[in-house]
């Protein structure tokens, strides 16, 4: 699938996909660690936001939503009415250079062909400051596809690998990364990692 196609198959899932996620679990309890690092006042970048209630309801007041589909943000908007929230790809974030404090990142680099995987890490280090911090969803598998039915609707999913990710991550500049296993949104368990910006 086309970033365009991605795009609509989100529109098209993006209320299902927001009744079906729990928002409470121990991967938003992630957030609260990320929060002990951040310093006061910080700006926070969700990347692939959503409908806004399972991580950029946990973060600071005036984080940055930013999701591909024009649905999850109308939701976004509903959940989390103080937020600043973008439709933009991840591939090309609409912020400058040294931006924002901390990016999350649920489920979300998933749904780019693993080809432009360091593309998109190479984003996140560009805007984020020296420093800076980011939480994502680890995968720990190495796949490529559309699965048809997801959500009622169908989803691409791509991923290069849990080893090969941190070396794209560490080739863009982000180091120290530590892998904790928490729920996800659907009733599984899922990867993450916590990595830091080298100055």
């Known amino acids: ?13 993006a209320e299902t996909y927001a009744r079906s996620r729990d928002p409470t679990g121990s991967d938003a309890d992630l957030v609260d660690d990320l ?13 692939g936001c959503g409908d806004g209630a399972r991580t950029l309801a946990n973060l600071p007041a005036d984080a940055i939503g930013v999701d591909v589909s024009r649905r999850a943000l109308e939701l976004a908007t509903e959940t989390v009415p103080g937020a600043r929230l973008v439709q933009a790809d991840m591939t090309q974030l609409p912020l ?4 924002v404090d901390a990016i999350t990142a649920y489920h979300a680099v998933f749904h780019v062909s693993r080809d432009d995987h360091p593309a998109v890490y190479r984003e996140f280090a560009r805007v984020c400051k020296p420093g800076g911090h980011l939480l994502m ?24 690998g849990e080893r090969a990710t941190v070396e794209q991550l560490e080739a863009a500049g ?5 892998r904790v296993t928490a729920d996800d949104p659907l009733g599984t368990k899922s990867l993450f990692a916590f990595a830091t910006l080298t100055d």
């Open 137 to 160: 969803t680890l995968p720990t598998g190495r796949f490529e596809t559309v699965r048809e039915g997801w959500m009622g609707g169908r989803m691409f999913f791509s991923a290069p």
């Open 1 to 13: 699938m086309d970033r365009k196609d991605v795009q609509r198959a989100w529109d098209d899932v």
């Open 35 to 47: 929060r002990e690092y951040l310093p006061a006042d910080p700006v926070v970048l969700d990347v």
């Open 96 to 99: 400058v250079d040294d931006s």
């Open 174 to 178: 982000f180091g120290d990364v530590r």
